[in-house]
Protein backbone atom coordinates (compact mmCIF):
# COMPACT_ATOMS: atom_id res chain seq x y z
CA UNK A 1 0.00 0.00 0.00
CA UNK A 2 1.27 3.53 -0.89
CA UNK A 3 1.93 5.52 2.04
CA UNK A 4 3.75 7.87 4.16
CA UNK A 5 4.64 7.18 7.33
CA UNK A 6 5.41 9.41 10.59
CA UNK A 7 6.70 8.16 14.11
CA UNK A 8 5.89 8.63 16.75
CA UNK A 9 2.16 10.00 16.70
CA UNK A 10 2.12 11.78 19.52
CA UNK A 11 4.80 12.91 22.13
CA UNK A 12 4.70 14.89 24.59
CA UNK A 13 8.08 16.31 25.85
CA UNK A 14 9.80 18.96 27.46
CA UNK A 15 11.64 22.53 26.68
CA UNK A 16 14.91 21.96 25.48
CA UNK A 17 15.27 18.28 24.91
CA UNK A 18 15.88 17.38 21.10
CA UNK A 19 13.70 15.60 19.63
CA UNK A 20 13.21 13.63 16.09
CA UNK A 21 10.09 12.70 14.02
CA UNK A 22 10.59 10.47 11.33
CA UNK A 23 8.78 10.24 8.17
CA UNK A 24 8.91 7.63 5.48
CA UNK A 25 7.32 6.79 2.10
CA UNK A 26 7.11 3.78 0.21
CA UNK A 27 6.05 5.67 -3.24
CA UNK A 28 9.49 6.47 -4.91
CA UNK A 29 8.24 9.97 -4.53
CA UNK A 30 11.26 12.71 -5.45
CA UNK A 31 9.74 15.36 -3.34
CA UNK A 32 9.11 15.68 0.64
CA UNK A 33 8.10 18.44 2.70
CA UNK A 34 7.31 19.18 6.60
CA UNK A 35 3.79 21.22 7.45
CA UNK A 36 2.56 22.30 10.95
CA UNK A 37 -0.76 22.60 11.71
CA UNK A 38 -2.17 25.30 14.04
CA UNK A 39 -5.69 26.19 14.80
CA UNK A 40 -6.61 29.41 13.21
CA UNK A 41 -3.24 29.53 10.84
CA UNK A 42 -3.64 26.23 8.75
CA UNK A 43 -1.20 23.96 7.48
CA UNK A 44 2.26 25.90 6.88
CA UNK A 45 5.43 24.63 5.36
CA UNK A 46 8.45 24.61 7.75
CA UNK A 47 11.12 22.48 5.03
CA UNK A 48 11.04 21.03 2.18
CA UNK A 49 12.93 18.73 0.21
CA UNK A 50 13.92 18.27 -4.03
CA UNK A 51 15.79 14.90 -3.73
CA UNK A 52 18.31 13.30 -2.11
CA UNK A 53 20.90 16.06 0.09
CA UNK A 54 18.31 19.22 -1.63
CA UNK A 55 16.60 20.71 0.97
CA UNK A 56 14.61 24.18 1.62
CA UNK A 57 13.46 26.23 3.91
CA UNK A 58 9.34 26.74 3.79
CA UNK A 59 7.30 29.39 5.45
CA UNK A 60 8.25 28.93 9.07
CA UNK A 61 11.66 27.07 9.45
CA UNK A 62 13.07 28.13 12.54
CA UNK A 63 13.88 26.58 15.24
CA UNK A 64 13.53 23.01 12.80
CA UNK A 65 15.98 21.19 10.94
CA UNK A 66 15.90 17.90 8.19
CA UNK A 67 17.85 16.40 6.74
CA UNK A 68 17.51 14.00 3.52
CA UNK A 69 20.01 11.01 2.91
CA UNK A 70 17.75 8.68 1.73
CA UNK A 71 15.02 9.13 -0.90
CA UNK A 72 12.56 7.37 1.39
CA UNK A 73 13.09 9.00 4.99
CA UNK A 74 12.92 13.03 5.85
CA UNK A 75 13.40 13.29 9.36
CA UNK A 76 12.06 16.60 11.11
CA UNK A 77 14.75 17.37 14.15
CA UNK A 78 14.05 20.17 16.79
CA UNK A 79 17.45 20.69 18.71
CA UNK A 80 15.75 22.64 21.93
CA UNK A 81 11.85 22.30 21.21
CA UNK A 82 9.66 25.69 23.00
CA UNK A 83 6.33 25.50 24.14
CA UNK A 84 5.76 27.66 20.83
CA UNK A 85 6.31 24.77 18.55
CA UNK A 86 3.45 22.49 20.22
CA UNK A 87 1.58 21.84 17.00
CA UNK A 88 0.45 19.24 15.26
CA UNK A 89 2.98 18.28 12.01
CA UNK A 90 2.32 16.52 9.09
CA UNK A 91 4.61 14.74 6.65
CA UNK A 92 3.88 15.11 2.87
CA UNK A 93 5.39 14.36 -0.40
CA UNK A 94 4.56 14.00 -4.24
CA UNK A 95 6.29 12.35 -7.40
CA UNK A 96 8.64 14.44 -9.95
CA UNK A 97 7.55 16.98 -12.70
CA UNK A 98 4.15 18.45 -13.19
CA UNK A 99 1.88 15.47 -14.37
CA UNK A 100 1.18 13.88 -10.63
CA UNK A 101 1.45 17.27 -8.47
CA UNK A 102 -1.31 15.63 -5.50
CA UNK A 103 0.56 15.43 -2.41
CA UNK A 104 0.20 12.31 -0.11
CA UNK A 105 0.02 13.07 3.76
CA UNK A 106 1.39 10.96 6.57
CA UNK A 107 -1.01 10.53 9.07
CA UNK A 108 0.11 13.70 11.27
CA UNK A 109 2.12 13.42 14.71
CA UNK A 110 0.78 15.79 17.95
CA UNK A 111 3.77 16.98 19.86
CA UNK A 112 3.25 18.76 23.21
CA UNK A 113 6.50 21.04 24.62
CA UNK A 114 5.88 21.51 28.57
CA UNK B 1 1.98 38.18 0.04
CA UNK B 2 -0.39 35.49 -0.94
CA UNK B 3 -3.67 35.40 1.08
CA UNK B 4 -5.90 32.11 0.68
CA UNK B 5 -9.85 32.89 2.13
CA UNK B 6 -11.57 30.37 2.81
CA UNK B 7 -15.16 30.76 4.81
CA UNK B 8 -14.25 30.11 8.47
CA UNK B 9 -17.45 29.25 8.99
CA UNK B 10 -19.02 25.66 9.23
CA UNK B 11 -21.20 24.81 6.26
CA UNK B 12 -23.99 22.74 7.29
CA UNK B 13 -26.51 21.57 4.97
CA UNK B 14 -29.17 18.45 4.67
CA UNK B 15 -28.49 15.15 2.81
CA UNK B 16 -28.86 15.22 -0.48
CA UNK B 17 -28.32 18.65 -1.26
CA UNK B 18 -25.24 20.63 -3.22
CA UNK B 19 -22.55 21.53 -1.06
CA UNK B 20 -21.05 24.48 -2.41
CA UNK B 21 -16.97 25.76 -0.94
CA UNK B 22 -15.59 29.38 -1.16
CA UNK B 23 -11.82 29.66 -2.08
CA UNK B 24 -10.57 33.16 -2.62
CA UNK B 25 -6.84 34.30 -3.32
CA UNK B 26 -5.13 37.31 -3.64
CA UNK B 27 -2.46 38.65 -5.36
CA UNK B 28 -1.12 36.03 -8.24
CA UNK B 29 -3.00 33.33 -9.57
CA UNK B 30 -1.37 29.80 -9.26
CA UNK B 31 -0.45 27.60 -12.08
CA UNK B 32 -2.83 25.14 -10.07
CA UNK B 33 -4.64 24.92 -6.98
CA UNK B 34 -5.82 22.06 -5.51
CA UNK B 35 -8.39 20.52 -3.04
CA UNK B 36 -7.98 18.46 0.08
CA UNK B 37 -10.01 16.81 2.37
CA UNK B 38 -9.18 16.26 6.11
CA UNK B 39 -11.08 14.63 8.28
CA UNK B 40 -10.20 15.29 12.27
CA UNK B 41 -6.65 14.01 13.30
CA UNK B 42 -5.38 13.17 10.28
CA UNK B 43 -3.51 14.12 7.18
CA UNK B 44 -5.26 15.81 4.10
CA UNK B 45 -6.46 13.82 1.49
CA UNK B 46 -6.24 14.63 -2.05
CA UNK B 47 -8.91 15.48 -3.75
CA UNK B 48 -8.58 17.52 -7.37
CA UNK B 49 -6.83 19.24 -8.93
CA UNK B 50 -7.34 22.14 -11.34
CA UNK B 51 -5.34 23.84 -14.28
CA UNK B 52 -4.82 28.25 -14.32
CA UNK B 53 -5.75 27.25 -18.17
CA UNK B 54 -9.13 25.01 -16.85
CA UNK B 55 -12.36 25.76 -16.18
CA UNK B 56 -14.10 23.06 -14.67
CA UNK B 57 -12.86 20.24 -13.77
CA UNK B 58 -14.83 16.64 -12.46
CA UNK B 59 -14.92 13.68 -10.44
CA UNK B 60 -17.54 11.53 -9.71
CA UNK B 61 -20.08 13.81 -7.01
CA UNK B 62 -17.35 16.44 -6.90
CA UNK B 63 -16.83 19.67 -9.25
CA UNK B 64 -14.42 22.24 -8.95
CA UNK B 65 -13.99 25.43 -10.82
CA UNK B 66 -11.20 27.80 -11.26
CA UNK B 67 -12.21 31.59 -11.90
CA UNK B 68 -8.59 33.69 -12.60
CA UNK B 69 -10.26 37.11 -13.46
CA UNK B 70 -12.43 36.82 -9.61
CA UNK B 71 -9.50 34.96 -8.32
CA UNK B 72 -11.93 31.73 -6.88
CA UNK B 73 -12.29 28.83 -7.03
CA UNK B 74 -15.84 27.04 -6.09
CA UNK B 75 -15.67 23.55 -4.74
CA UNK B 76 -18.77 21.35 -5.13
CA UNK B 77 -20.42 18.20 -3.45
CA UNK B 78 -23.71 17.36 -5.56
CA UNK B 79 -25.98 14.56 -3.65
CA UNK B 80 -24.10 15.26 -0.13
CA UNK B 81 -23.75 12.51 2.26
CA UNK B 82 -23.69 12.72 5.79
CA UNK B 83 -20.19 10.64 5.01
CA UNK B 84 -19.05 14.14 3.15
CA UNK B 85 -18.88 15.47 6.81
CA UNK B 86 -15.09 16.77 6.98
CA UNK B 87 -12.77 20.11 6.74
CA UNK B 88 -12.09 20.73 2.83
CA UNK B 89 -8.88 22.42 2.58
CA UNK B 90 -8.27 25.17 -0.44
CA UNK B 91 -4.32 24.88 -1.47
CA UNK B 92 -2.56 26.99 -4.07
CA UNK B 93 0.37 25.67 -6.24
CA UNK B 94 2.82 28.24 -7.89
CA UNK B 95 4.99 26.22 -8.90
CA UNK B 96 3.84 22.53 -9.82
CA UNK B 97 7.51 21.03 -9.76
CA UNK B 98 8.81 22.42 -6.74
CA UNK B 99 5.14 21.29 -4.84
CA UNK B 100 5.38 23.97 -2.36
CA UNK B 101 1.74 24.68 -1.58
CA UNK B 102 -0.21 27.56 0.70
CA UNK B 103 -3.13 26.49 1.85
CA UNK B 104 -6.33 28.21 3.18
CA UNK B 105 -7.51 27.68 6.47
CA UNK B 106 -10.45 24.93 5.46
CA UNK B 107 -14.11 25.23 5.66
CA UNK B 108 -15.89 22.31 7.74
CA UNK B 109 -18.92 20.93 6.29
CA UNK B 110 -21.37 18.99 8.11
CA UNK B 111 -24.30 17.26 6.29
CA UNK B 112 -27.06 16.47 8.60
CA UNK B 113 -29.26 13.42 7.35
Known amino acids: EAQVTQNPRYLITVTGKKLTVTCSQNMNHEYMSWYRQDPGLGLRQIYYSMNVEVTDKGDVPEGYKVSRKEKRNFPLILESPSPNQTSLYFCASKGAGTVALEQYFGPGTRLTVT | SQKIEQNSEALNIQEGKTATLTCNYTNYSPAYLQWYRQDPGRGPVFLLLIRENEKEKRKERLKVTFDTTLKQSLFHITASQPADSATYLC????????????FGQGTTLQVKP
Open chain 2, 91 to 102: ALDFSGNTGKLI
